[in-house]
């Protein structure tokens, strides 16, 4: 079946720095890619909507300037996370369509950020 | 606002008891409504999808269950191996384009399978 890649699983980095957090559709084309964030114990909350060619949508309360994506390709889209603080901490996990119509996504198996 | 509350928030069980995970929700048109399982440090693995009330799925010792408030899913002599967090999500129709495929999580129920 279908397999989204993310890379790299897991991030150390120090407070200031950028961190770049690749998420690839393997075998089939992704037009839409959605990006989530999940903090220990609580709901995968979506971050931001990826689209090939076009900008990123941003849910509510998410920094544009802080969560850059770019989705240059049908089967790549990046998250960027610029100047990171601690706070920032969390586990990052791309999905993106089926493409079968069924409402159903195909997650990655996801990168933990620690910034320190 | 779309929302999923899951019960209870963590279940131990011991290697063949069988039991149920709730999931309630309240949505405003439902798409359909989504059990993932997610291992610790991995990304939520798919399971079901069930679209209307009455509708049951199975896979192994799993079955999902759906009404119009809420879905079971339901471990028959669950196994070590079955130990996971399981997620509910709720898809709605009430976005259109890219947004159709956004989901809204609870979240989880941690299962535990006691040898």
């Known amino acids: 079946g279908a397999v989204v890649s993310q890379h790299p699983s897991r991030v150390i980095c120090k407070s200031g720095t950028s961190v770049k957090i690749e998420c690839r559709s393997l075998?089939?084309?992704?037009?839409?890619m959605f990006w989530y964030r999940q903090f220990p114990k609580q709901s995968l909350m979506l971050m931001a909507t990826s689209n090939e060619g076009s900008k990123a949508t941003y849910e509510q309360g998410v920094e544009k300037d802080k969560f850059l994506i770019n989705h240059a390709s049908l089967t790549l889209s990046t998250l960027t996370v610029t100047s990171a603080h601690p706070e920032d901490s969390s586990f990052y996990i791309c999905s993106a369509p089926s493409g079968e119509n069924t409402g159903e996504l195909f997650f990655g198996e996801g990168s933990r950020l620690t910034v320190l | 606002e779309d929302q999923v509350t899951q019960s209870p928030e963590a279940l131990r069980l011991q290697e063949g008891e069988s039991s149920s995970l709730n999931c309630s929700y309240t949505?405003?048109?439902?798409?359909?409504l989504f059990w993932y399982r997610q291992d610790p440090g991995k990304g939520p693995e798919f399971l079901f999808t069930l679209y209307s009330a009455g509708e049951e799925k199975e896979k192994e010792r799993l079955k999902a269950t759906l009404t119009k408030k809420e879905s079971f899913l339901h471990i028959t002599a669950p196994k070590p191996e079955d130990s996971a967090t399981y997620l509910c999500a709720v898809q709605a129709y009430s976005y259109s384009g890219a947004g159709s495929y956004q989901l809204t999580f609870g979240k989880g129920t941690k299962l535990s399978v006691i040898p």
């Open positions: 949505v405003s048109g439902l798409r359909g």
């Open positions: 075998d089939f084309q992704a037009t839409t």
